[in-house]
């Protein structure tokens, strides 16, 4: 089954702007190009192998050139080499993230609008999709996919532009470009779900500032980890944070000087905030101290053009940005600066990501303030906000980043290394959205075309024959292409 999941060999095309001479994670990983040079001497890389590296007992001083073998690592244990008489969290996620999510596809879903947005629940029993036509619907994964909530909603505006589930799995938001966030009780015995008709629908509204426009759009909204405040960010070029128990906005910033299409918490305190914006810019925000209204803890430069997500580590130092200069980057909130202007080296004024393509001239060119710790190219960041991940802390160790991308295609690199380790090819429109299971090697592609699809390792047993796909082959590599 291992030789059918795809060939990885010599490929460039991918790469992480930085120095490797140590991969711990694959031989077969090729190395990328040179820019960041101390980029390996960063404790992120460090706390990545001590994540998803076998035990000591185990290891010897040429892993990162022959990687310990499952059969050895099964071995040591048995022999209890380690003294525990088990594997560790780094045991298990050095055997479980060689088994990529890359065969497949088998079709979840199809519907007949654009999909939009599609996560996982944080324990992987849900999975949430989200629809131009103002669908969501909620699959319960360990129930086998069947839809457990059939959202028809109402008042939407052009698209649900994101949803996210609460932490206790009860109740989901829906933003669209509108000031109002509606919630849902998920964890109610219907099914179907027809705004305030067979369910109420509750506005959460997050306009009402005199200094605000009332008629701007949310792009992003996330539950805090205790579920009780929610952090939005939209065409206003404002930060909105929400608090559900007293159930009124309780912080504006005006934050960016464009829209602001990606906000997150950083890790479960909930103090610090990440946002990024189509003015070329990450900022980060601590809600502990602030001085000045609208003073951002520190700015982080390097993209070219706008950023369309971001994704947080979780660590509270760390996190990754896509942009629309057709990059994903790394960062470390400890490099930030003070202070900072939007710089724009992209020359021409009338490119437009919704419908150009990316200028070839514009490829290479790199901001002269990049701060961030690594740089990965491959995927396509055009037509929509397309978003991009961290691996699975517990299956992964977080050793890999994945990318939706506007070719149908999901992007998976690795975090070290900044090779591209797989190409998932399926769909006939932008992947805007995509979702590794948190346990499992499973991933889910949603895509523009309307299909909602499942990639697995090693596949379904009760769905042996997935979508019907041509070969292909892709700059000295199979492509994670099956028959």
């Known amino acids: 089954m291992m030789s059918r999941l795809f060939k990885s060999s010599g490929n460039t095309n991918g ?87 890359a065969n497949g596809p088998w079709r979840i879903d199809r519907m007949k609008s654009r999909a939009y947005v599609s996560q996982f629940s944080d324990d992987g029993s849900l999975f949430v999709a989200g629809f131009q036509g103002g669908h969501i619907r909620v699959y319960n994964v360990d ?83 205790d579920g009780r405040e929610l952090v939005a960010g939209g065409s206003d070029y404002g930060i909105h944070v929400y608090d559900l128990e007293s159930n009124k906005k309780i912080l504006w910033i005006h934050a960016h000087q464009s829209d602001v299409n990606t906000v997150c918490f950083a890790d479960e305190t909930g103090h610090l905030i990440y946002s990024g914006s189509d003015d070329n810019l990450c900022k980060v925000w601590d809600r502990r101290c602030f001085i000045n209204r609208g003073q951002a803890t520190g700015i982080l430069t390097g993209h070219l053009e706008g950023i369309t997500f971001i994704d947080s580590h979780g660590d509270g130092r760390h996190f990754i940005s896509n942009g629309k200069d057709q990059t994903t980057k790394l960062w470390d909130i400890r490099k930030m600066s003070s202070n900072t202007t939007c710089t724009t ?17 514009a490829r290479n060119l790199k901001h ?34 994945y990318s939706g991308s506007t070719d149908g295609s999901v992007y998976i690199y690795d975090l070290v290394s900044g090779a591209e380790v797989a190409r998932l090819a399926y769909h006939e429109g932008p992947v805007r959205d995509c979702s590794w299971h948190p346990v499992y090697p499973m991933l889910v592609s949603s895509s523009w075309d309307g299909v909602i699809a499942k990639w697995e390792f090693p596949g379904s047993e009760e769905t042996r024959n997935p979508v019907h796909r041509r070969s292909s082959k892709r700059s000295g590599r199979w492509v994670a292409y099956s028959s």
């Not at 701060?371 to 691996?391: D, E, N, P, Q, W």
């Open 345 to 361: 080296i992209l020359r021409d004024p009338e490119w437009d990501y919704r419908w150009m393509e990316y200028p070839s001239s």
């Open 15 to 101: 790469a992480c702007d930085n120095d490797n001479e140590d991969d711990s994670s694959a031989s077969t990983i090729s190395k990328g190009s040179h820019e960041n040079s101390d980029y390996f001497d960063h404790d992120i890389v460090q706390l990545t192998k001590l994540r998803s590296v076998p035990n000591k007992f185990l290891s010897n001083s040429r892993m990162s050139l022959h990687p310990v073998s499952t059969v050895k690592m099964l071995a040591g244990r048995e022999g209890n080499f380690s003294g525990k008489g088990k594997f560790s969290s780094a045991d298990s996620c050095h055997v479980l993230s060689r088994f990529l999510p």
């Open 143 to 225: 129930g086998g996919w069947k839809i457990q909530k059939d959202i028809l909603t109402k008042s939407v505006r052009w698209t649900i532009t994101d949803t996210c589930l609460s932490p206790d799995r009860r109740n989901l938001v829906y933003a669209s470009m509108s000031p109002i966030v509606h919630i849902v009780d998920v964890g109610s015995a219907t099914t179907e779900s027809l705004a305030n008709v067979t369910e109420i629908h509750d506005g959460l509204d997050f306009s009402g500032n005199e200094d605000e426009d009332n008629e701007f759009g949310i792009f992003s909204v996330k539950f805090s980890t």
């Open 368 to 401: 002269p303030n990049d701060k961030s710790l690594a740089t990965y190219r491959g995927h396509s960041v055009l037509r929509t906000l397309i978003r991009c991940y961290f691996s699975p802390k517990y299956s992964t160790g977080q050793k890999y980043i």
